[in-house]
Each structure stands twice: as structure tokens, then as C-alpha cells.
């Protein structure tokens, strides 16, 4: 039997989940086989919590495995295959978490654990890379971003972890650059979330957008993705019905500098 056909015989099953299910899905979590890494496994993680088929012992295994295999940090200097793995254990850690808020099971140190490990990867990610041929999709950025905005989630969050969340943030948008699948979006969704949760205010907010501007328009840089990103994010805040006048007023300064400068925003 094959890891697809043992994998996806134990997902048709009722009771819990077995440790050899688990381990079967964690070990092929980044497959380049994209039915069997999108399809069935990541779909599987989310079934099976659902379903509440995963005991306590088998999360806490899952972050164990997270953390001293370091799935996030797999080849990170490269840009190779490895992505699937770094880019679908940000996901499962979303699932974890979520999962966390409705059932309240991480501990206080597995929460700053999983914080520590998370800003330490999307600090080093390398890898832009959307839609790959034959392979599915990589999407380690939009994964990244998630995985960000999940963090917000976790009441251990400091103050230090949220400038550090929007340090990643200007990171992946001004020095990484080049998205092409929206990957812009998920950012402004991660700040969204972050918001929501009253992790950040509307002044440090404005502090870093103004801060991001200024460092763009001294250097007359076309970056299209740092416009897109505050389209987005100003667009949500609206949509949402969360009322950040100054956010909003610094956005315009760089659309207004933009459209002059090169036409667009």
C-alpha cells in the first residue's frame, strides 16, 4: 500500500485518528505531488480536526515534530522543492492554532514557542515563488502571511512580537518584492487580523506605513506590491467598517506620489 492509499484509507475512517496516520501525512507534507499534498493531506489536517479525530497527544506530537525538525527551516537558503515543506507547515501550524481558539489547548509556553518559531522563519524565507509548473502551488509569502496573522490569536502575543510581525511584513513587501499571485492580499488580511484582535493600534499602524513611505520615496522606488497591499488593507478596514482616518491618509500619500511619479497605483 501506498503513503496516498494508507493515507487516504485512514481519512475514511470514523474513529480517531492512529499515530501511523499522522505520521504518514506529516512525513509527505511537502510532496510535490499536488493532489496528494493540497488535496488529500492538507484537507486531511483539516477534516480530522474537524472532526475532532486528533487527540491532544497527537497535536502536541505534530509540534514537537515541527520544532525539532525544523519543517520551517528545511533548505531555507535555497530556492528548491523544499518550499512545499516550509510553505505547508506554516498551514498546519494556522490549522493548530485555530483549532487552539476554539478548544483553548496550548499551553503558555507552546504559544510564545510557536510565536518564536514563526517570526524567526518568515525573517529568513527567500522563496517568492506563487504557482509552480507540475507542481502546485508554493506559496511559502501567502502561507507566511497567514501563518502571521494567526499569531494574533495566541494572548502571548507582546507588543515585541507585533512590531516584529509588521518588520516581516517590510520585508516581504519592499526587499523581497515581485509577488504575483495577490500574495500583497494576505498581508493586509494578516494586519486585518491583527487589528481585530486590538493587537495594534492605529497610531504604531500609521507609524510604520509613514516609515515604509518615506523609505520608498527617497528612493523613488516603483513598488507596485507596497501599493497593493495598502489598497487592500485600506479597502478591508472599510469594508469592515474600522474607522483608521490617519491609516487611510497616510496610504494616499504614497497612491498620490505613485500615480504622479509613474502613472499607476
Known amino acids: 500500500m501506498t503513503d496516498q492509499e494508507q493515507i487516504m484509507k485512514g481519512l475514511k475512517q470514523e474513529e480517531g485518528a492512529t499515530n501511523q496516520l499522522i505520521e504518514c501525512m506529516f512525513?509527505?507534507?511537502?510532496?510535490?505531488?499536488?493532489?496528494?499534498?493540497?488535496?488529500?493531506?492538507?484537507?486531511?489536517?483539516?477534516?480530522?480536526?474537524?472532526?475532532?479525530?486528533?487527540?491532544?497527544?497527537?497535536?502536541?506530537?505534530?509540534?514537537?515534530?515541527?520544532?525539532?525538525?525544523?519543517?520551517?527551516?528545511?533548505?531555507?537558503?535555497?530556492?528548491?522543492?523544499?518550499?512545499?515543506?516550509?510553505?505547508?507547515?506554516?498551514?498546519?501550524?494556522?490549522?493548530?492554532?485555530?483549532?487552539?481558539?476554539?478548544?483553548?489547548?496550548?499551553?503558555?509556553?507552546?504559544?510564545?514557542?510557536i510565536i518564536a518559531i514563526s517570526l524567526t522563519y518568515m525573517a529568513q524565507e527567500k522563496d517568492n515563488r506563487g504557482f509552480v509548473e507540475g507542481k502546485g502551488w508554493a506559496h511559502a509569502f501567502a502561507h507566511g502571511a497567514d501563518l502571521l496573522g494567526s499569531l494574533s490569536q495566541l494572548i502571548t502575543l507582546t507588543t515585541e512580537d507585533v512590531m516584529a510581525i509588521l518588520n516581516r511584513t517590510s520585508r516581504a513587501l519592499i526587499e523581497i518584492d515581485d509577488f504575483l499571485y495577490s500574495?500583497?492580499?494576505?498581508?493586509?488580511?494578516?494586519?486585518?487580523?491583527?487589528?481585530?484582535?486590538?493587537?495594534?493600534?492605529?497610531?504604531?499602524?500609521?507609524?510604520?506605513?509613514?516609515?515604509?513611505?518615506?523609505?520608498?520615496?527617497?528612493?523613488?522606488?516603483?513598488?507596485?506590491?507596497?501599493?497593493?497591499?495598502l489598497l487592500t488593507l485600506t479597502k478591508i478596514?472599510?469594508?469592515?467598517?474600522?474607522?483608521?482616518?490617519?491609516?487611510?491618509?497616510?496610504s494616499d500619500v504614497f497612491f498620490s506620489w505613485m500615480y504622479k511619479k509613474f502613472g499607476i497605483i
Request: with cysteine; glycine share 2%; proline share 1%.
Open 27 to 113: 512525513r509527505n507534507i511537502g510532496t510535490v505531488d499536488p493532489v496528494l499534498r493540497d488535496e488529500i493531506i492538507y484537507q486531511g489536517w483539516i477534516q480530522l480536526l474537524e472532526e475532532q479525530r486528533l487527540s491532544l497527544e497527537q497535536k502536541r506530537w505534530l509540534l514537537k515534530q515541527i520544532q525539532e525538525q525544523e519543517s520551517l527551516f528545511l533548505a531555507i537558503d535555497t530556492v528548491n522543492d523544499a518550499v512545499f515543506t516550509r510553505s505547508f507547515t506554516s498551514l498546519l501550524l494556522v490549522l493548530l492554532i485555530e483549532d487552539h481558539k476554539q478548544k483553548g489547548w496550548l499551553t503558555l509556553e507552546e504559544q510564545q514557542q
Open 183 to 229: 500574495e500583497e492580499a494576505r498581508f493586509s488580511i494578516a494586519i486585518i487580523e491583527l487589528i481585530k484582535n486590538k493587537k495594534l493600534a492605529e497610531k504604531e499602524l500609521k507609524t510604520w506605513i509613514d516609515k515604509n513611505n518615506n523609505q520608498l520615496l527617497e528612493a523613488e522606488s516603483f513598488n507596485f506590491c507596497w501599493s497593493q497591499f
Open 237 to 250: 478596514l472599510d469594508l469592515e467598517k474600522i474607522e483608521m482616518p490617519t491609516v487611510q491618509a497616510s
